[in-house]
Every structure is written in structure tokens, then in C-alpha cells.
């Protein structure tokens, strides 16, 4: 493949994927912008890319989680080689703190501003000259935004949010129809938007029944990820289900029908447990 001429953006560039990446690009002809908070693993980069292709990258310097570095990238990338045609956001910052740790917010705010909030100003930085130049943005993540991490919760929601924002953009920048927005709803997985009680009756039985699971076991844990999705996929099954089976039923009647089988199918779940979840259901 062949890259010739094309500018390209990689941020978290001084070392790791972030690093290959810019060299491969530079190799297959690209003109590339290689940037990170190291200046020692960035000139080392610069080193092996002009040995490799005989050009040299531009090299910035940056922090990207403060916003005026950040968009300097940018600034600076289309200054020097006159247009972008690719961003590779690479954030890299990944720490281990308890959310009993004292520094637990300044830890989360930092690694959210590196690995997320960054990526949002690059990429709204980015986005007029991409569309000048009908360019591509690659976001790269990682495992973290799907797979919670003990305590990394701050990388986790930092990457969770990166994903969504990427897909979030994407659909923004596609050809997106009001066809699209109504198809969006029969996405769901009942096919519709759920009233605000529905809702509010799963989030009262899965606090109840977990306050009373961990008291009697003696237990410190809270609500886990793992119940309450086990949980709010038996329900969300069960109100499909009977959904399904009431395709006739007059609107006025459907929310009536819905509750009726939420609350069924929650008292069924507690009392398979050999709890009571009386005041909550009735």
C-alpha cells in the first residue's frame, strides 16, 4: 500500500503502537507528525524514521491533555505540510487507583483528560481539514472500555467514554437520515423507549436485593457488573417476550401490560432468592 504525500497525525507516538504506527506510515511514503511528552523517545522515533525513508517527521512536543497543546498539534501539522489527511488518536495513559485511594479524583480527571477529553479536541480540531481532504480518523482503544479492571475503573470509564465518542462521531459525520434516527429506537432491545417507572422498578430491585445479599453474607460489595446485567437481561428477555405476544394490544393498555409483567417477573427473582421484595413490587 502506498501513502505517498498523505499527512498524517500520530499522537502517543513516542513509544509502542503509537510509534510503529508512525514509522510504517512514514515507510509506506506518508509525511508524518509524531508527537508525545517524551522528548528523548520522540527524537529516538525521528531517528529511526529519517534512516528508514530519509525524511524527516515533524516532531511536536506536547501534552495533549491540556487543550492549547493539543490543538497545536493541529495548528502546527497543517502549517508546516499544508493540509491533514489522517489523525491516529493513540491516547496512552493507563494508572491503577482504588476509589478508596485520597487522590482517586485527581487521578480520574487526569487520565480522563489524557484519554478522552484530549481526543475530543483533537478531533474537533481536526474534523475541517479532514473534510477538506475526505480524510480518515482511527481511534485507537483498548480491552478497558469493555472489560472492567479491578481498580483501573478510571481507565475503564475513560475508555468506554472513548469508544462511544467514536462511534458517536462516526454516525454524526456519515450520511445519517431522519430514517436513521427513527430505526435508532427499534434498536432497543424491546424495540421502543421504556416508561421512567419501568426503569425506576429495575433500579429499586437491583439496589434492594443487593443491599440484602451483601448484609447477609457479611459482605462489602456493591452492586456488581455482573448481576446487574444478569438481572436486567432476564428482565429486559421476560418484557420481550410478552411484548411480542400483545402485538395487538391497544396502546392505552401496552404500559399497563408492561408493568404488570416488570413486576411478575421482579417478584419471581426475589423469590427464587428467599427474599421478600414486597414494598418495592406492590
Not at 181 to 203: D, H, S, Y
Not at 257 to 272: A, F, I, M, R
Not at 274 to 280: D, F, L, N, Q
Request: overall charge neutral; hydrophobic content about 40%; glycine content about 8%.
Amino acid at each position: 500500500m502506498s501513502f505517498e504525500n498523505k499527512v498524517v497525525i500520530v499522537t502517543g507516538s513516542s513509544s509502542g503502537i503509537g510509534a510503529s504506527t508512525a514509522i510504517l506510515f512514514a515507510r509506506e511514503g506518508a509525511k508524518v507528525t509524531i508527537t508525545g511528552r517524551n522528548v528523548e523517545k520522540l527524537n529516538k522515533v525521528e531517528k529511526e524514521i529519517v534512516q528508514l525513508t530519509g525524511n524527516k517527521p515533524l516532531v511536536i512536543a506536547a501534552d495533549i491533555s491540556k487543550e492549547d497543546d493539543a490543538m497545536g498539534i493541529v495548528i502546527k501539522t497543517v502549517s508546516h505540510f499544508e493540509k491533514l489527511d489522517v489523525l491516529v488518536n493513540n491516547p496512552g495513559v493507563a494508572t491503577y487507583r482504588s476509589i478508596f485511594d485520597s487522590d482517586y479524583l485527581t487521578e480520574f480527571d487526569r487520565v480522563v483528560a489524557t484519554n478522552l477529553r484530549a481526543v475530543a479536541t483533537l478531533t474537533y480540531a481536526a474534523m475541517p481539514h479532514l473534510v477538506k481532504t475526505k480524510g480518515n480518523i482511527v481511534n485507537v482503544t483498548g480491552i478497558a472500555a469493555v472489560s472492567p479492571g479491578g481498580i483501573m475503573g478510571h481507565c475503564c470509564a475513560a475508555k468506554a467514554g472513548f469508544d462511544h465518542f467514536s462511534r458517536s462521531v462516526a454516525s454524526e459525520t456519515s450520511d445519517f437520515t431522519d430514517e436513521d434516527v427513527v430505526a435508532t429506537a427499534k434498536q432497543m432491545p424491546l424495540g421502543f423507549m421504556t416508561e421512567t417507572e419501568e426503569v425506576g422498578e429495575l433500579i429499586l430491585f437491583l439496589v434492594f436485593r443487593t443491599i440484602n445479599f451483601s448484609l447477609n453474607r457479611n459482605s462489602h460489595q456493591l452492586l456488581g457488573l455482573e448481576i446487574t446485567l444478569g438481572l436486567a437481561r432476564y428482565v429486559v428477555d421476560a418484557l420481550r417476550k410478552t411484548i411480542a405476544c400483545s402485538r395487538q394490544t391497544p396502546p392505552g393498555q401496552l404500559k399497563a401490560l408492561k408493568v404488570q409483567t416488570l413486576h411478575s417477573v421482579l417478584k419471581s427473582l426475589w423469590e427464587s432468592t428467599g427474599e421478600y421484595y414486597g414494598a418495592a413490587v406492590e
